[in-house]
């Protein structure tokens, strides 16, 4: 499934206070909103597969670039990419309906919208996270952001996009993206803010857990995530589940972008928690 596949979404630009949001929003204005919010150097076509199917099902789902990703202009420092700054703008996009909305937050985005949870929770019906965490990542993703830090200082975006590129192809399960893809996910990588790539890199590796503050809000969260996926080990997921008293559910054939590699099983995960909220 091509990560361009964005079906009938339109590009819409949201201004809030001092930041421009790019989305993609599909379905009719008066459906139920859902705000679905990236990862780390991900972007709103991550969602693109998922977009149709939803509105088909009487929701107006919203897919966002966060600030410096893709199409949303970038901030100027490091420490507005901490999950409680950049939580802002989701609580401006929310706060812009007349009823509380669905959230979704995939991977680091997950982080994020655990934030905005916190902090205002009456701007939200329920929360996904998506293959996200409890707190800072670690593993093998950790380890490469590592290696990657100095490379983007002293030789920027351009380097530590070839040099990810050399580390994935010498993985034995690695496979090639059709063209199109390839060429997207470049541009993506490299007309990303670096001020955006370093503050987030930091983040995710640097956040608490919150599960606990999370748990004591009165709201119905689902943690979900694709069986192979590969950055918080799945055992770690569930048992956030079980410290959150929340659902739990587990994507057959997919890692750790289940819009993209099983958009029919994430779509049936998705309204299956929603519909019994």
């Not at 991550?46 to 149709?52: A, K, S, V």
Request: glycine share 8%; net charge negative; with cysteine.
């Amino acid at each position: 499934m091509s990560q361009l596949h964005t079906g009938s979404a339109r590009r819409v630009d949201l201004e809030l206070p001092g930041q421009c949001i790019a989305t993609l929003q599909a379905g009719h204005p008066e459906g139920r909103p859902v705000l679905l919010v990236p990862g780390y150097t991900g972007s709103k076509e991550d969602f693109g597969p998922i977009l149709d199917p939803l509105a088909d099902a009487g929701l107006s789902p919203i897919a966002i670039d966060l600030p410096g990703q893709l199409d949303s202009p970038g901030l100027p420092k490091l420490a507005d990419y901490a999950p409680d700054r950049l939580a802002d703008c989701i609580r401006g996009i929310a706060a812009r309906f007349s009823r509380p909305v669905l959230l979704l937050g995939h991977s680091f985005g997950g982080l994020v919208a655990r934030a905005a949870v916190l902090t205002e929770p009456e701007l939200f019906d329920s929360l996904v996270l998506l293959c996200s965490g409890p707190a800072g990542i670690g593993g093998l993703r950790r380890a490469t952001m590592d290696r990657m830090d100095p490379v983007l200082e002293s030789a920027g975006l351009p380097a530590v996009y070839a040099a990810l590129q050399d580390i994935w192809r010498g993985d034995p399960s690695y496979v090639s993206p059709p063209p199109d893809v390839a060429a997207f996910l470049e541009r993506r990588f490299l007309t990303a803010s670096p001020v955006m790539l370093r503050g987030m890199a930091d983040a995710i590796r640097s956040e608490p857990d919150r599960v606990a503050e999370l748990a004591a809000v009165p709201i119905p969260v689902l943690v979900a995530h694709g069986v192979d996926d590969d950055a918080w080990p799945p055992p770690v997921q569930r048992e956030m589940a079980e410290r959150l008293g929340a659902r739990y559910a587990v994507i057959a054939d997919a890692a750790h972008s289940p819009a993209v590699d099983n958009p029919a099983g994430t779509v049936r995960t998705l309204l299956e928690f929603w519909r019994a909220d």
